[in-house]
């Protein structure tokens, strides 16, 4: 019988990358971490782990064995969501981690609704941006990321996670010199003299609002690059740049600056919240996607 919790050491190890990283983790030195893989091994009978320079990479038999153990965590995960669902009250810690907007306009209310309805159940809710929340979901430092999706940058959806959609969130064009009569092509096009602000190079939204400025004829001038949102909405309030702003940022209240809308129906990003294949039925999951979907109704369109 091979020992579970140097299974999961392994698959720590593929999903982390470094002997450091998981030990770093898990509160264990590097040769701890070591030890027990080399006795998972010696139990195993086979070679699970070779050097590339100066790090370590899982073999083609550890790599076999990863999956067993997905296998096995997937059932773990069901049997506690199981017992969680056999008690009456709904107890224990969920770890959300959510990008930015979603923080701001939805996760206040959920919380609100939750400490309503389970009075015992402590959200613990931390800010990250989807590219780094997801991964952190597999390796079990959250219990759900809630993230986000643009039109034709489709996020990956490993098999090892549950994902369900929470809502489209309207993306609109922001400038103080909009013209609303202008149709959607013209609007975009007669801001391409314009400044622009943009998240950094590489992301989903980046590469979908480039895309939208090329398709008009002209090639954004990007003078300001910030994940931050907030700090988009002030440079457009202010005449310093254009943005393209989703509606969750005015928190279903009126806008502070002319919107809109963008050409091609392209217009809408995607919610959608993650947790570990197994997991969707747990009391304290269902709860929280429960209290999002509510906090969406509450949030409406912004008005305007």
């Known amino acids: 019988m091979f020992d579970l919790h140097r299974l999961r050491l392994l698959r720590e190890l593929k999903h982390r990358g470094t002997l450091a990283a998981v030990a770093a983790a898990l509160s264990y030195s590097p040769s701890s971490v070591s030890q027990q893989l080399s006795q998972l091994e010696r139990e195993v009978g086979v070679r699970l782990l070779e050097p590339v320079g100066r790090r370590v990479r899982l073999t083609a038999q550890a790599e076999i064995l990863v999956d067993h153990v997905e296998a096995v965590l997937e059932r773990l995960e069901r049997a506690e969501a199981d017992l969680a669902g056999s008690l009456t009250a709904v107890f224990g810690t969920l770890r959300i981690a959510s990008f930015q907007t979603a923080a701001l306009a939805l996760i206040p209310t959920a919380l609100s609704l939750v400490r309503d309805a389970h009075p015992q159940l402590r959200v613990h809710v931390t800010q990250a941006e989807p590219e780094e929340a997801l991964p952190a979901l597999l390796t079990h430092d959250f219990d759900m990321v809630l993230s986000e999706e643009y039109p034709g940058s489709p996020i990956p959806r490993p098999a090892e996670l549950e994902q369900e959609d929470l809502c489209e969130d309207p993306v609109r064009l922001a400038h103080p010199a909009l013209d609303s009569s202008q149709p959607p092509r013209e609007a975009l096009r007669a801001l391409a003299g314009s400044a622009w602000v943009m998240e950094p ?88 996607r429960q209290a999002l979907r509510e906090a969406v109704t509450q949030c409406g369109p912004a008005r305007g």
Do not use: N, Q, Y
Request: with cysteine; aromatic share 4%; charged share 25%.
């Open 201 to 288: 190079e590489g992301t989903p939204a980046r590469h979908r609002a480039v895309t939208l400025c090329r398709d008009a004829g002209f090639e954004p001038d990007v003078r300001f690059e910030s994940s931050d949102l907030l700090l988009h909405l002030r440079l457009a309030e202010r005449g310093h740049a254009a943005a393209m702003l989703p509606d969750l940022l005015w928190h279903g209240t009126a806008p502070t600056l002319p919107l809109h809308p963008l050409p091609d129906g392209r217009h809408c990003r995607k919610l959608i919240t993650a947790v570990r294949r197994g997991g969707s039925h747990h009391p304290a999951v269902r709860a929280f």
